[in-house]
């Protein structure tokens, strides 16, 4: 797996520590024709293709999903954006945060625990359960491909998910549950050599017997790896 990013966009280190095992991390300016022919080249050895960019951004430096598949035929896209697809608010830049507040969800937290100032859920719900949704559509999405053939495109916004969350209804009570201690989940994390130093992080939630689930990789630095498939830029096997 590789993971592209600019140089010149910012990546906050503590979600490139997060969100980085298993991943080797290269980047490309796409703002430049080296960049952009790099990427074409990357393509045509790809399997699948995920950003989480607005609509339309990779799609202005000639990256759409239908361009991707036109480079790589039989190619699975996925896309994830803040507001979604179409609408008023589809080209606007969102995180989870914003999109929380705007879903309600500080409000509903607030009025929950009763207080009158805005309050946060404890996590990105939001980021985690949209990346779950892309992925579970993206397993779909190669099923079918190995059934019917054919490339596929699987899109999903953070304010649908948000949106989806909030029609499940609340926890009776749930915000007296005690936020978990380091003690209270050692049983659940491993320390592995990375990138930045030695990292305690919360091993893979999969457990299979024939082949154990884990990350090989270490996160590291952006950066970090050639732009470049290992052992070529041929077809991935």
């Known amino acids: ?9 910012y990546n906050p280190q503590p979600l490139t520590i997060d969100t980085g095992r298993g991943k080797r991390s290269a980047q490309l300016d796409l703002r430049t024709d080296a960049g952009r022919a790099t990427l074409r080249a990357l393509l045509q050895g790809a399997d699948l293709f995920v950003q989480g960019y607005r609509p339309g951004a990779l799609a202005a430096h000639g990256f759409s ?10 190619i699975v896209c996925g896309s994830i954006c803040a507001w979604g697809f179409t609408g008023p608010w589809s080209a606007r830049r969102g ?59 699987v899109q999903v916004s953070l304010a649908r998910t948000g949106h989806w969350i909030r029609s499940l209804g609340r926890t009776p009570n749930g915000l007296a ?9 050692a049983d659940l994390t491993e320390t592995q050599t990375s990138g930045f130093g030695q990292l305690r992080s919360i091993r893979h939630a999969a457990t299979l017997s024939a082949t154990p689930a884990a990350w090989t990789r270490p996160s590291v630095p952006p950066g970090a790896d050639p732009p470049a498939w290992e052992g070529g830029m041929g077809p991935r096997k």
């Open 95 to 153: 995180f989870d945060s914003l999109v929380q507040t705007a879903s309600g969800f500080n409000t509903a937290e607030a009025e929950a625990a009763g207080e009158t100032k805005p309050k946060p859920l404890p996590v990105q719900a939001l980021d985690h359960a949209s990346g779950y949704l892309l992925a579970a559509g993206t397993l779909a999405a190669l099923y079918r491909r190995a059934t019917i053939g054919g490339s596929w495109h």
């Open 177 to 185: 549950c005690p936020p978990p201690t380091q003690a209270s989940i």
């Open 65 to 74: 999903a239908e361009a991707a598949a036109q480079l790589r035929p039989g």
């Open 1 to 9: 797996m590789l993971l592209i990013t600019g140089p010149h966009l």
